[in-house]
């Protein structure tokens, strides 16, 4: 993932039960990631008519989470093509026997060759006509292959979070949308990031949703990546669907988290891109300043000791906390 900062700034957050959508803060539809990106005007998040707060907030098993992180990144380097790669598949694979599993792989033509890509899907029904598809990478980065590079934050945290989720799912009538979780392969650059180096998994899968008549029956794409940082501060991020932004921000303050959400303006480039481009709204949960100034992102100071079991509860009770108020949400927003 690539992120850029586009400015600190104080966030006038306001919600309302009583005011329609603003859909006038469209601020990231023609930002390039290669050049500075200007301030919005406006950063205040869309007010949204939400269902009001009821029944319990959901829970995880945090522990059990940052057990699998850790599980995880014992595997070592997982780049694409690796053989821990396939170990890490297979240890996917072995958490969710007995699900309704399928996978999207194919061949990706990369600067570096050819490499088989695996999307992990994992399918969870629900009562009300649409999905919610959930969804983070699990493949560590290519270029850092030989340094000792484990990823456990950017790759394993999400791996294993998605696994957490597939337990709260897992034998429970969901009185909501059905829920995929999407474990999302080749989302790292092979050389250089770039709209056709980087994304292999996800633009794959976003193209044959689309073709497939999937993508129109998808309500909101929650991504999550780097969500491990013990010094957790999840960015707001401008190229993500600005009403589902709100409802994220929504979930935390319910939960009493808010102070881990939104405090940084960001315009990210991540998985969530090839689900914007073809209309389905999405919102990139990232904490993309990992350590001081981002210096242990994409190094092999990447390491477990750098999580929290906590982060991983705030993300992921957010996530899920997300969802509940998008199951009650009706109508939701236009796209
Ligand atoms: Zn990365």
Aim: hydrophobic share 35%.
């Amino acid at each position: 993932m690539k992120g850029k900062l586009i400015r600190l700034s104080i966030l006038l957050l306001a919600f309302s039960l009583t005011f329609a959508c603003d859909h006038g803060k469209d601020a990231a539809a023609a930002q390039d990631k290669n050049t500075p990106t200007p301030a919005p005007a406006d950063t205040s998040l869309p007010v949204l008519s939400l269902p009001p707060d009821s029944g319990l907030p959901p829970t995880i098993d945090s522990a059990r989470a940052m057990q699998y992180v850790k599980e995880v990144v014992k595997f070592g380097e997982r780049p694409i093509g690796s053989a821990n790669h396939k170990k890490v598949e297979d240890y996917i694979l072995a958490h969710l026997k007995g699900d309704e599993v399928e996978s999207d792989s194919f061949t990706a033509d990369t600067p570096e060759g050819k490499f088989p890509v695996h999307n992990i899907i994992a399918k969870y029904p629900g009562t009300k006509d649409g999905i919610i598809v959930i969804a983070g990478h699990y493949d560590t980065n290519y270029p850092l292959r030989g340094t000792g590079y484990v990823g456990a934050n950017d790759g394993g945290s999400t791996t294993a979070i998605l696994l957490e989720f597939a337990n709260q799912l897992r034998g429970r009538k969901r009185d909501g949308y059905s829920v995929w979780l999407l474990w999302t392969d080749a989302e790292e650059a092979v050389k250089s990031w770039s709209d056709t180096d980087s994304l292999y998994g996800t633009r794959h899968i976003a193209a044959q949703w689309q073709q497939d008549g999937t993508a129109k029956k998808i309500k909101a794409f929650l991504l999550t990546d780097m969500i491990g940082d013990a010094d957790l501060d999840i960015d707001r991020d401008a190229n993500s669907t600005q009403w589902l932004e709100a409802v994220v921000y929504e979930a935390a303050t319910r939960l009493g988290y808010q102070s881990h959400f939104f405090a940084r303006n960001n315009a990210i480039s991540d998985d969530h891109l090839p689900f914007m481009k073809i209309g389905v709204p999405s919102a990139d949960i990232i904490d993309i300043n990992y350590g001081y100034n981002d210096v242990f992102h994409h190094t092999p100071q990447d390491t477990v000791d750098k999580l929290s079991p906590k982060s991983l509860e705030i993300v992921g009770t957010v996530v899920l906390e997300t969802v509940r108020i998008l199951d009650k949400m009706d109508p939701l927003p236009p796209k």
